[in-house]
């Protein structure tokens, strides 16, 4: 399986302060992907990435923001948590026309 | 736009019988790929089958078989004799076959074997 760590794996914050959820891979893929899991939703994209600094908008992009500055490293940022972005997160990542690898998830809750 | 239908939302059957989960799927492109990912009561996700949209030939793998029909825009996934071990949610997703494997997923449907 592909080397994805993602950090924290448990994460419990207040509305408005600012979360970042970071996606490490060992395997110099090139495609990185920010997910969360909602029930009755399956998993929606949030963004993904195709490169150092190239990024792109998913389906659920509102409210969210990602920056890759190393190959490995991966980081989705909400700027001012709000109750509706309590899910779970998954982070992916894959070689060019390859399938995608998930990391474990992190589970965040926003009270 | 893509999207994908598992109008299953759950299924509970008693070990050793063969179960089908069903997908659904729509989109535009010409060439796409379709993918069945198993998330077990743990929570990680992992990668079961990838195919693309010019390979129709069914696939069997052990217990698991997958029939992929253009024809009625489905790519469903058979379990031969279920095992316990084979609870889990189970989702089908559809992706570009060019750049970034975009994943659109369906809602996923929860598969229990009794004992």
């Known amino acids: 399986d592909a080397g994805i760590t993602q950090s924290p794996r448990h994460k419990v914050t207040e509305t408005g302060t600012p979360v970042t959820l970071r996606c490490h891979q060992t395997?110099?893929?090139?495609?990185m992907y920010w997910y969360r899991q909602d029930p009755g939703h399956g998993l929606r994209l949030i963004h993904y990435?195709?490169?150092?600094?190239?990024?792109d908008k998913g389906e659920v992009s509102d409210g969210y923001s990602v920056s890759r500055s190393k190959t490995e490293d991966f980081l989705l940022t909400l700027e001012s948590a709000t109750s509706s972005q309590t899910s779970v997160y998954f982070c992916?990542?894959?070689?060019?026309?390859?399938?995608?690898?998930f990391g474990d998830g992190t589970r965040l809750s926003i009270l | 736009a893509q999207k994908v239908t598992q109008a299953q939302t759950e299924i509970s059957v008693v070990e050793k019988e063969d179960v089908t989960l069903d997908c659904v799927y729509e989109?535009?492109?010409?060439?796409?790929?379709l993918f069945w990912y198993k998330q077990p009561p743990s929570g990680e996700l992992v990668f079961l089958i990838r195919?693309?949209?010019?390979?129709?030939q069914n696939e069997i793998s052990g217990r698991y078989s997958w029939n992929f029909q253009k024809s009625t825009s489905s790519f469903n996934f058979t379990i031969t004799a279920s095992q316990v071990v084979d609870s889990a949610v189970y989702f089908c997703?559809?992706?570009?076959?060019?750049?970034?494997?975009?994943?659109?997923f369906g809602q996923g449907t929860r598969l229990t074997i009794n004992p």
């Open positions: 992916a990542s894959g070689p060019y026309n390859q399938p995608q690898h």
């Open positions: 395997e110099n893929h090139r495609y």
């Open positions: 990435s195709y490169g150092v600094k190239d990024t």
């Open positions: 989109t535009r492109d010409t060439t796409y790929y």
């Open positions: 195919r693309n949209s010019f390979d129709e």
């Open positions: 997703a559809l992706s570009s076959f060019q750049g970034a494997q975009k994943l659109v």
